[in-house]
């Protein structure tokens, strides 16, 4: 994975693209000047840091005099290091910076100073492997273009999880989906103690052709909310499965549902009440009770 420097005009999407890179699983530090772009590189190597990004620009002006030093050296020890400059005509930087009411580094008058900045800059832009002309793009095409420039397209994680509405639903998914409506588990005694990922459990689930088609149902939506959030620039989606306890349904579907969405590279994350379900005081049978017992015992439904 490559050390990149960003650079470029103020004003042409260098803060667009420092998020684009962080939300990519980037490092970032901002306002760098190139005599520390070494010592970075040697303290992220330090902490087991792949993904490192680093920004200079005008801001630091007064440290670019070891600009050519500090990349003849840094580029000596990674040979992927890469320099990124983005530029974009006078006229779009100006109406960005009246929509922003910004004031330029350089401090002079808006016009005056994107001139000289394109002069203070040119060693930069000089040396850069990628110059992208962010005139005509969006913010959302900017960072489209960046993650396939660096080839961070794919790192896009569909993250699933189980739990219990007894418990109350997790704050921070993006998608809670409820599949209450499954046949439960929870009324056979054989059954009752265990949970969705056992085989016969999951086999209960699923026994009956409605209880497929509403998975497949379930299934195609969550795909659909899952890729819509990738092409909107998102590099993760939460789906939180749920059903009463967090035992049984919840549990076989999201497992179910990691399985048939590895091409979203799903990940199950957790069994949130899968645990706390089992310990519940009433939900293990008692050596020695009775069926009639255990029944009275069970409850409500999970």
Request: aromatic letters at 6%; one cysteine or more.
């Given at each position: 994975?490559?050390?990149?420097?960003?650079?470029?005009?103020?004003?042409?999407?260098?803060?667009?693209?420092?998020?684009?890179?962080?939300?990519?699983?980037?490092?970032?530090?901002?306002?760098?000047?190139?005599?520390?772009?070494?010592?970075?590189?040697?303290?992220?190597?330090?902490?087991?840091?792949?993904?490192?990004?680093?920004?200079?620009?005008?801001?630091?002006?007064?440290?670019?005099?070891?600009?050519?030093?500090?990349?003849?050296?840094?580029?000596?020890?990674?040979?992927?290091?890469?320099?990124?400059?983005?530029?974009?005509?006078?006229?779009?930087?100006?109406?960005?910076?009246?929509?922003?009411r910004r004031e330029?580094?350089?401090?002079?008058?808006?016009?005056?100073?994107?001139?000289?900045?394109?002069?203070?800059?040119?060693?930069?832009?000089?040396?850069?492997?990628?110059?992208?002309?962010?005139?005509?793009?969006?913010?959302?095409?900017?960072?489209?273009?960046?993650?396939?420039?660096?080839r961070l397209e794919?790192?896009?994680?569909?993250?699933?999880?189980?739990?219990?509405?007894?418990?109350?639903?997790?704050?921070?998914?993006?998608?809670?989906?409820?599949?209450?409506?499954?046949?439960?588990?929870?009324?056979?005694?054989?059954?009752?103690?265990?949970?969705?990922?056992?085989?016969?459990?999951?086999?209960?689930?699923?026994?009956?052709?409605?209880?497929?088609?509403?998975?497949?149902?379930?299934?195609?939506?969550?795909?659909?909310?899952?890729?819509?959030?990738?092409?909107?620039?998102?590099?993760?989606?939460?789906?939180?499965?749920?059903?009463?306890?967090?035992?049984?349904?919840?549990?076989?579907?999201?497992?179910?549902?990691?399985?048939?969405?590895?091409?979203?590279?799903?990940?199950?994350?957790?069994?949130?009440?899968?645990k706390v379900d089992?310990?519940?005081?009433?939900?293990?049978?008692?050596?020695?009770?009775?069926?009639?017992?255990?029944?009275?015992?069970?409850?409500?439904?999970?």
């Amino acid at each position: 994975m490559p050390f990149i420097v960003v650079s470029g005009l103020s004003g042409s999407g260098k803060s667009t693209v420092l998020r684009a890179l962080e939300d990519a699983g980037f490092f970032i530090t901002d306002n760098l000047p190139p005599e520390l772009w070494g010592s970075m590189h040697d303290l992220a190597t330090a902490r087991g840091l792949e993904r490192v990004a680093v920004s200079t620009d005008a801001r630091t002006r007064d440290f670019l005099a070891a600009l050519e030093d500090s990349y003849v050296r840094l580029s000596r020890r990674r040979e992927d290091l890469r320099v990124l400059f983005l530029e974009a005509d006078a006229e779009v930087l100006l109406r960005r910076y009246n929509l922003t009411r910004r004031e330029h580094p350089l401090g002079d008058t808006l016009m005056v100073d994107f001139a000289r900045e394109r002069e203070l800059l040119s060693p930069l832009r000089s040396i850069a492997d990628t110059v992208i002309d962010t005139t005509n793009l969006t913010a959302r095409e900017l960072a489209d273009r960046v993650l396939h420039t660096f080839r961070l397209e794919h790192d896009f994680h569909l993250r699933l999880m189980s739990f219990g509405f007894k418990h109350a639903p997790p704050r921070d998914a993006d998608l809670v989906v409820d599949v209450r409506t499954l046949p439960n588990p929870y009324y056979d005694p054989a059954l009752r103690p265990r949970t969705g990922l056992d085989r016969d459990v999951a086999d209960y689930v699923f026994r009956d052709p409605e209880s497929e088609v509403f998975y497949e149902e379930v299934r195609e939506f969550v795909r659909t909310s899952a890729e819509r959030a990738r092409k909107s620039g998102r590099h993760g989606y939460t789906v939180a499965v749920g059903c009463t306890g967090g035992q049984h349904r919840s549990v076989a579907v999201a497992a179910r549902l990691t399985r048939d969405l590895g091409d979203l590279n799903a990940l199950l994350t957790d069994h949130r009440d899968m645990k706390v379900d089992l310990q519940a005081s009433g939900d293990l049978p008692q050596a020695g009770a009775s069926a009639p017992e255990e029944a009275k015992k069970a409850g409500a439904a999970r």
